[in-house]
């Protein structure tokens, strides 16, 4: 069983930045050589897929609403992976998940590919 923890939501004025940062308990993310995605949800609509990374960092994925704007990485060495987002919109507002697991290239994006969520963490732009 992995436990997943997003931290780093916010309330943030347009144009600004905020960085998310998931970790895992029980198991490491790369001991179990599973990815990670972040995903969110805004109020009424359906969640979905923001950006997500494979285990060893080499490839990432964005959606194209975030592309250029949001940017993943992973630290190994602590366990975590962060989504660095910047020139945040209105729009980005909504509760952002963070979740774990096998990632193919033609399922990345999609809600079932992930095995473990986080509880989810807020993030408010304000116009």
């Known amino acids: 069983q992995v436990h997943v923890v997003e931290s780093g939501g916010g309330l943030v004025q347009a144009g600004g930045s905020l960085r998310l940062s998931c970790t895992a308990s029980?198991?490491?993310?790369?001991?179990?050589?599973?990815?990670q995605g972040w995903f969110r949800q805004a109020p009424g609509k359906e969640r979905e897929f923001v950006s997500a990374?494979?285990?060893?960092?080499?490839?990432?994925y964005y959606s194209d609403s975030v592309k250029g704007r949001f940017t993943i990485f992973r630290d190994n060495a602590k366990n975590t992976v962060y989504l660095q987002m910047n020139s945040l919109k209105p729009e980005d507002t909504a509760i952002y998940y963070c979740?774990?697991?096998?990632?193919?290239?033609?399922?990345?994006?999609?809600?079932?590919?992930?095995?473990?969520w986080g509880q989810g963490t807020q993030v408010t732009v304000s116009s």
């Open positions: 990374i494979v285990w060893s960092g080499s490839q990432t």
């Open positions: 979740a774990a697991g096998k990632l193919y290239s033609d399922s990345y994006d999609l809600v079932d590919t992930y095995d473990y």
């Open positions: 029980r198991r490491t993310f790369s001991n179990i050589g599973m990815g």
